[in-house]
């Protein structure tokens, strides 16, 4: 949903973290010991009726390149205080598919111009060097079914910029309903966890009304000695969006809006919105880069997990890999 304060090296959950250290009167910026999730498969349910979802990943071709224009903002408040960041990413984010299966697609992506406004000056230097980091790094997301299961990131890049590219490839999501249901719900997951959204078509050719219903659960088991787990997701104040669809299915225009509050020791409340905007399709660069070699800096972040390092692997995107 939003990127993390600068709390720490790691592609780490905003609320997750967050939470946990306001359940416990810890400062802001802690570090705890977290229990490693595993990807599960998210759950599809139906608003009216039995409904089945589209298992194909469609519109991304190997060959081609996307390029988005995009914005993404991020604020955040804990509790009465001032605003914790509040920050624009903007850029053109390049899009290339390294495989492609009827399911599933492997995608690279990197924002080769990316910049970062702050409306705090006084961050504003630290967000100067992870426009810089953005800048030279590039991340693969795995899409299957239309959902997010995992994203590859360089090794040590930083919190805020691996979950901003995290929220921005989470708005790449379409999960389609193959018996042309509207509307229908299922689960995906973003950059704070899973949650249940709800699409429905609108007078637009192609249009999508896609809103987030609520959440189910953070990134990580989030746990307090003594305590065990907790229990806390996200409270929905407000989630708006709309996806127009290519002719064959991909994302060409998307635009989010949401407002999360978590109450816990200290209230933690964010807003979010994502803009991306596809030019036509165009040739991808020549020669292909040596995909083994990129995918070898990189660990691996499943959906459901806050950091879940793994010995790089393309198969490992590949249907039966076994990942």
Same mark, same amino acid.
């Given at each position: 949903?939003?990127?993390?304060?600068?709390?720490?090296?790691?592609?780490?959950?905003?609320?997750?973290?967050?939470?946990?250290?306001?359940?416990?009167?810890?400062?802001?910026?802690?570090?705890?010991?977290?229990?490693?999730?595993?990807?599960?498969?998210?759950?599809?349910?139906?608003?009216?009726?039995?409904?089945?979802?589209?298992?194909?990943?469609?519109?991304?071709?190997?060959?081609?390149?996307?390029?988005? =224009?995009?914005?993404?903002?991020?604020?955040?408040?804990?509790?009465?205080?001032?605003?914790?960041?509040?920050?624009?990413?903007?850029?053109?984010?390049?899009?290339?598919?390294?495989?492609?299966?009827?399911?599933?697609?492997?995608?690279?992506?990197?924002?080769?111009?990316?910049?970062?406004?702050?409306?705090?000056?006084?961050?504003?230097?630290?967000?100067?060097?992870?426009?810089?980091?953005?800048?030279?790094?590039?991340?693969?997301?795995?899409?299957?079914?239309?959902?997010?299961? =995992?994203?590859?990131?360089?090794?040590?890049?930083?919190?805020?910029?691996?979950?901003?590219?995290?929220?921005?490839?989470?708005?790449?999501?379409?999960?389609?309903?193959?018996?042309?249901?509207?509307?229908?719900?299922?689960?995906?997951?973003?950059?704070?966890?899973?949650?249940?959204?709800?699409?429905?078509?609108?007078?637009?050719?192609?249009?999508?009304?896609?809103?987030?219903?609520?959440?189910?659960?953070?990134?990580?088991?989030?746990?307090?000695?003594?305590?065990?787990?907790?229990?806390?997701?996200?409270?929905?104040?407000?989630?708006?969006?709309?996806?127009?669809?290519?002719?064959?299915?991909?994302?060409?225009?998307?635009?989010?809006?949401?407002?999360?509050?978590?109450?816990?020791?200290?209230?933690?409340?964010?807003?979010?919105?994502?803009?991306?905007?596809?030019?036509?399709?165009?040739?991808?660069?020549?020669?292909?880069?040596?995909?083994?070699?990129?995918?070898?800096?990189?660990?691996?972040?499943?959906?459901?997990?806050?950091?879940?390092?793994?010995?790089?692997?393309?198969?490992?995107?590949?249907?039966?890999?076994?990942?």
């Amino acid at each position: 949903m939003s990127s993390t304060p600068f709390i720490g090296r790691r592609a780490v959950s905003l609320f997750s973290t967050i939470a946990a250290c306001a359940s416990t009167a810890m400062l802001p910026g802690c570090t705890r010991p977290h229990t490693e999730e595993k990807t599960a498969a998210p759950a599809e349910s139906a608003s009216a009726g039995p409904v089945s979802l589209d298992s194909r990943t469609r519109g991304w071709d190997v060959g081609k390149r996307y390029v988005y =224009e995009t914005k993404l903002t991020a604020a955040l408040t804990m509790g009465d205080g001032p605003t914790s960041f509040d920050f624009d990413v903007v850029g053109h984010l390049g899009v290339v598919p390294v495989t492609t299966t009827s399911e599933i697609a492997t995608l690279y992506a990197s924002i080769p111009d990316a910049s970062i406004a702050s409306r705090l000056p006084a961050s504003q230097p630290e967000l100067d060097k992870v426009a810089v980091e953005m800048k030279g790094a590039g991340v693969f997301f795995t899409l299957m079914s239309g959902r997010i299961t =995992e994203m590859r990131v360089p090794h040590g890049l930083s919190a805020t910029a691996a979950n901003s590219f995290r929220a921005i490839g989470a708005a790449l999501q379409f999960v389609g309903a193959s018996n042309g249901a509207s509307p229908y719900t299922t689960e995906e997951y973003d950059s704070t966890g899973r949650y249940v959204a709800q699409y429905e078509r609108t007078s637009e050719a192609n249009g999508w009304r896609k809103r987030k219903l609520r959440y189910v659960g953070l990134l990580a088991d989030t746990t307090v000695p003594g305590n065990g787990p907790l229990l806390i997701a996200p409270r929905l104040d407000n989630s708006e969006g709309t996806i127009r669809l290519s002719a064959d299915g991909r994302p060409e225009l998307v635009n989010m809006q949401d407002e999360a509050t978590i109450s816990a020791q200290v209230s933690v409340h964010s807003k979010t919105g994502i803009s991306l905007q596809s030019a036509p399709a165009e040739a991808a660069p020549q020669p292909t880069p040596n995909w083994n070699d990129l995918l070898a800096s990189t660990e691996r972040v499943g959906a459901s997990s806050l950091t879940e390092p793994r010995p790089p692997s393309l198969r490992s995107t590949m249907p039966g890999s076994g990942d």
